[in-house]
């Protein structure tokens, strides 16, 4: 990534010292930023969480390394007789209706979210990213056709679709992503367009032109690195909307039968009638959910700042 | 590029994108699962009523006779019958949008509101505490999806508290005759419209209030704020009469996109409390494959979103005279 900020003087050589100070440079912009380190913090958490949710078994050669996962009981194990039974020493967080344990469908469930935040950001920006730069570097007709698809896709209202994507295509962890990407990349391909047009007119472009290089070096080796900040920061923004939609989704009873999602233990709340009574099983979820998204926003404007200087945010 | 070519050319692609957006339907429901025809046909029938139903249908013709057939269905607002409620699903659904309607105007106004207020105290004073928690308070407000907030205030309100009824539209159950006033006007409706509306405001807060806060920033920063306040006018009179009223532009733009947006969320939202709204209606129609229906939901809703969209396009160029069409 050093090639982020190119300027004249780092173009040929990166030591690994330069490589390791580039990267403390990335990080140099959450000093003195408290709420982007809470953000940091708390996505490093749950990040280790979903990592060691259940125990790991890893044959190497010789040698079995087991680790214990952090869930203390299997998500879909029923403890006979424990049914809706409020937070003790057994279930900290108590169980549910079929007495299964709360914190542990919490610390797997952290998993999905984990899983659908990144395939569906990481993919919604990948497609956002190369319309836009496309769009923009080619202009003319293919922008148009590009433009005119991106505002048709905008026209689309993002639950209803997804809820009918998904109940054509089945209810699965994959085509929950589908149905967010297929509606996320628009924002990113956007804003992406306006910063590659205003990159297009500048000299280094026209320099590059000049010496003869193609259009594919020109935009993804000359324009790329120069939107990239920004493509992050929408990234970051792309994390918390698939986040948020795969939880509404789940909460109405269209998420992954297979998948426990921390949406689906507020559906499945609703659906045992036992939200009066069952604070322990319905707060846990969605405080995580809000948590998480909260996390990944704190990151989001501290990026901006770095993107977007003039935002005035202090 | 004047003015009128930009309003022709935003009208000819409203026209294309709802193009688009008849066809994607067209597309999406003829993929839903089982067999084609299946879904349009009730268990129980004979296959004689079955081959009839199919013909009434336009089900044994081409594709694209269905096509142009489905075309001036819609744009004659006609659904055909749901599967469930055995009526019309124009009839049904006018209701259901009305509600909805009633439901999401009131969030959004609140939305609007308060965002506006508390943006632009925010952008006032700047760098104080209250910016400061202002911006965190929003930013855990944009945090947390409806069906949450819903959650939350269900229970503190409604289980806890018991200062309000938990769920549907009125108490009495059914719907009601009689005009827009008797329906919407009433105390007990007005109960029941509380929490939902509160939920709705709570999700929609966190654009205005950000938006309105930057560009306030922006506005309080040009050399005519300094004039005002040199010339001795009281605070409040630049605060509200020069700098507030100049940071308002943007957020017209936005306003008319978040109504779109808005109608997705409507789906959770009505979920949460049982309003009877059109939300709602479209997740049981899915789960009750009652396609016209779901159809006709989602038909509306994309177009309340396409036809804000432009809206919110062409008020931008009215409102600022300074926005380059291009």
């Known amino acids: 990534m050093s090639t982020e900020q190119p300027s004249p003087t780092d173009s040929t050589t990166t030591s690994s010292g330069e490589r390791l100070a580039s990267l403390r440079q990335r990080f140099e912009v959450f000093e003195g930023d408290r709420l982007g380190q809470i953000g940091l913090a708390i996505l490093a958490l749950f990040i280790f969480i979903g990592i060691f949710a259940r125990p790991y078994t890893i044959e190497f050669l010789d040698f079995t390394v087991s680790t214990p996962g952090l869930a203390p009981y299997d998500p879909g194990e029923r403890a006979v007789g424990d049914r809706l039974e409020s937070p003790s020493a057994a279930h900290p967080l108590g169980t549910t209706d079929m007495g299964r344990d709360v914190l542990s469908q919490l610390i797997a469930g952290t998993r999905v979210t984990l899983i659908v935040g990144s395939l569906a950001a990481f993919m919604a920006v990948f497609i956002g990213t190369n319309v836009g730069l496309i769009s923009a570097y080619f202009g003319g007709w293919v922008d148009d056709v590009l433009m005119r698809i991106t505002d048709i896709v905008y026209g689309v209202p993002f639950l209803p679709f997804a809820i009918v994507l998904v109940a054509i295509l089945g209810s699965s962890i994959v085509n929950i992503i589908v149905a967010i990407v297929l509606i996320l990349w628009r924002s990113t391909a956007r804003v992406i367009r306006a910063q590659v047009l205003s990159h297009k007119q500048r000299p280094y472009v026209e320099s590059a032109q000049a010496i003869g290089a193609g259009h594919v070096r020109i935009m993804y080796r000359h324009i790329l690195p120069n939107v990239l900040p920004l493509t992050f920061l929408y990234a970051a923004f792309a994390v918390a909307w698939a986040v948020i939609a795969e939880a509404s989704l789940s909460f109405l009873g269209f998420g992954d039968p297979n998948m426990l999602s921390w949406g689906e233990m507020i559906y499945n709340v609703y659906t045992a009638n036992a939200i009066r009574e069952a604070w322990w099983w319905v707060f846990p979820p969605g405080i995580c959910i809000m948590l998480f998204v909260m996390s990944v926003f704190f990151i989001g404007r501290t990026l901006e700042k770095e993107v977007n200087p003039e935002l005035n945010h202090q | ?326």
């Not at chain 2, 289980?159 to 105390?187: C, D, H, I, Q």
């Open chain 2, 1 to 326: 590029m004047g003015l009128r070519a930009y309003v022709v050319r935003r009208c000819l692609q409203l026209v294309v994108t709802f193009w688009a957006f008849f066809t994607l339907l067209f597309v999406l429901f003829r993929m839903m699962p089982g067999d084609p025809t299946s879904m349009f046909i009730m268990d129980g029938m004979t296959p004689e009523q079955r081959e009839q139903r199919i013909a009434e249908l336009g089900l044994n013709e081409p594709l694209h006779v269905q096509y142009i057939e489905y075309v001036r269905q819609l744009l004659t607002g006609d659904f055909g019958q749901s599967f469930i409620y055995n009526d019309p699903v124009t009839s049904i659904i006018a209701v259901r949008f009305m509600n909805t309607i009633v439901l999401m105007a009131t969030a959004l106004i609140f939305a609007y509101i308060i965002g506006i207020t508390f943006g632009a105290l925010m952008g006032w004073w700047r760098d104080s505490r209250f910016e400061r928690g202002g911006i965190v308070v929003t930013l855990v407000a944009r945090s947390s999806p409806e069906f949450w907030v819903g959650i939350v205030l269900l229970s503190v309100f409604v289980f806890w508290l018991g200062w309000f009824p938990s769920s549907g539209m009125r108490t009495t159950g059914g719907e009601l005759g009689g005009g827009f006033v008797a329906r919407y006007g009433s105390l007990d409706f007005l109960r029941h419209l509380f929490l939902p509306a509160l939920t709705g405001a709570i999700a929609y807060l966190a654009t205005p209030t950000l938006l309105m806060r930057s560009t306030m920033l922006d506005v309080l920063n040009a050399d005519f704020i300094e004039i005002k306040k040199a010339e001795g006018l009281p605070e409040r009179t630049v605060l509200y009469k020069h700098a507030a009223r100049n940071s308002i532009l943007p957020i017209v733009t936005v306003a008319a996109i978040a109504t779109g947006t808005a109608m997705g969320g409507s789906v959770v939202i009505e979920t949460v409390f049982n309003w009877p709204g059109m939300g709602r209606e479209m997740v049981s129609a899915v789960n009750n494959n009652d396609y016209p229906l779901a159809m006709a939901a989602f038909f509306l809703m994309g177009s309340v979103v396409i036809i804000m969209n432009f809206v919110a396009d062409l008020a931008y160029v009215y409102l600022d005279p300074r926005v380059e069409y291009e």
